[in-house]
């Protein structure tokens, strides 16, 4: 298709605006052009990006991809950049853009079958970008993989989409980009409440506000105060954060905050990062380490840690922008949704519920985007106890499906099998006919064709997806299925 007398590459032109950093380029050169090193000093604080070479490619990208041009000024003796047509417009929902100049051409189109959906040359801080590394978690997809699937589905803003394995709800943070609806149902509650902070809007200053007066009320600790810590408090964290973080939960229950779900997890994080775990070790360690030992992770001897105040200022601040960062993406971008709404609009539904038997109060799912437990790798509730101790969540862990404390023999496998059945059984009549259900697990067993036809699904493909990458679990490099299903 061309623009002018200039011919361009649809694919090349998505692809190429794809990346946040770009967005905020094009926002920041609406009234006129600029060099290199002052768009950078004006989207530097707002992305938190802090080498010039990032931005330098991503203004090289959106000239090769004809955006923005590039000319040399006489009169500054420097390069500048500037947007090529009059306004651009995207359309996230669907893959479109908009170049609204003299010759109104529209693309339309992206080729999503020639993707390297192992994503193994995005670096690490992409994987956890915003909101989506607020707290650490074992089994957590990556956003590029949903981005992909929604942008593979042609899922648009008149669709809502389902997780009912909803996890720390990186499809609904994505989804919300994207402007549209969605649903989460996840049996855990800690997990509904990582999701539930991640996906929600706040008034920014009032959030730092009250940051700041945790952060220094949380210092301010009475170590000769007597406490009463539970078994597992007691054997896992030294006796120092024990009070420590005993003394934030009581500033939690009393403090009279907002945005206390924020802070739980502020407080969550710090426990994780006290225990008297080995650094290279955090998720898999049977016994607390009491003395020194040699770190794998650092390759020299380490220590227990002995106090939780440690974390306490690196983690609220990073909390806080990592949130202040995603709400300034939809703010920035607020301005390419079309008939003037805006991304808080977005609705999110959260459901802590049992996905093998909860009735969705929504008939009309478009799709499902989705990574079920492992057959035998991970106890989700085990993984987190140390909120659900100091908060008294609802223990659950007994309505987990395939958790790795049931091991993988046959026995597990059957009621596996069994509890996936009634999961999209149970959701088979909740979606509208001809809904995509796309399912990314590792099925080494190969149970899901037979779960799927089960339930009235039909299996339209199955992508391979190799895994490389992953910072949390000890397996080596494995594949992992894609499975891309319609209702019947």
């Not at 909803?166 to 969605?182: A, Q, Y």
């Not at 008034?203 to 506000?209: S, V």
């Not at 106890?379 to 609802?394: I, K, P």
């Amino acid at each position: 298709m061309a623009l002018g007398d200039e011919s361009l590459n649809v694919e090349d032109v998505l692809k190429g605006l794809s990346s946040e950093t770009r967005l905020v380029i094009i926002d920041n050169l609406k009234s006129n052009s600029k060099p290199a090193v002052e768009i950078f000093n004006d989207i530097s604080i707002k992305t938190g990006i802090k080498n010039r070479e990032t931005v330098y490619r991503a203004l090289e990208k959106l000239v090769e991809i004809k955006v923005l041009e590039k000319k040399y000024d006489n009169y500054q003796k420097r390069f500048l950049y500037k947007i090529k047509n009059d306004t651009i417009t995207l359309n996230l929902l669907s893959d479109q853009v908009l170049f609204q100049n003299r010759f109104n051409q529209k693309i339309e189109s992206i080729d999503t079958e020639n993707v390297d959906i192992s994503f193994s040359k995005v670096p690490q801080y992409e994987r956890t970008k915003h909101v989506h590394g607020i707290h650490p978690y074992q089994g957590k997809f990556i956003p590029q993989l949903v981005e992909y699937l929604i942008k593979r589905s042609k899922f648009t803003k008149k669709d809502i989409i389902l997780d009912p394995f909803m996890g720390s709800g990186t499809t609904n943070v994505e989804c919300k980009l994207r402007h549209i609806d969605s649903a989460g149902i996840e049996i855990s509650e800690f997990n509904c409440l990582l999701t539930r902070i991640k996906i929600s809007n706040y008034d920014l200053e009032k959030l730092k506000a009250e940051i700041k007066d945790f952060e220094k009320r949380a210092s301010l600790v009475d170590y000769s105060k007597e406490i009463s810590p539970s078994e597992y408090l007691k054997t896992w964290f030294s006796e120092k954060s024990q009070k420590e973080l005993l003394h934030m939960v009581d500033l939690l229950k009393n403090g009279n905050y907002i945005y206390s779900d924020v802070l739980k997890v502020i407080v969550s994080r710090i426990a994780r990062s006290a225990r008297l775990m080995p650094h290279y070790s955090l998720e898999w360690a049977k016994d607390p380490v009491t003395g020194p030992y040699f770190c794998h992770k650092h390759n020299r001897t380490c220590y227990p840690t002995e106090n939780a105040l440690k974390f306490l200022r690196r983690y609220c601040w990073d909390s806080f922008e990592r949130i202040k960062k995603r709400q300034e993406i939809e703010t920035s971008m607020n301005q390419f949704l079309e008939n003037g709404r805006r991304f808080e609009d977005t609705g999110v539904s959260i459901f802590c519920e049992d996905a093998r038997t909860f009735k969705l109060p929504i008939d009309n799912i478009a799709g499902i985007i989705t990574s079920p437990p492992y057959l035998g790798i991970i106890d989700y509730h085990e993984q987190h106890r140390y909120a659900y101790e100091l908060f008294g969540f609802s223990w659950r862990n007994e309505k987990e499906i395939g958790p790795k404390s049931k091991g993988y023999g046959q026995t597990a496998r059957d009621q596996y099998k069994k509890d996936m059945i009634s999961v999209f059984g149970n959701l088979h009549e909740s979606m509208k006919d001809g809904a995509l259900v796309n399912v990314v697990v590792g099925d080494k067993l190969n149970m899901y064709p037979e779960i799927f036809r089960t339930t009235g699904f039909k299996t339209l493909k199955v992508l391979d997806r190799p895994v490389d990458r992953r910072t949390s679990l000890r397996a080596p490099t494995f594949s992992e299925k894609v499975f891309i299903v319609t209702k019947n």
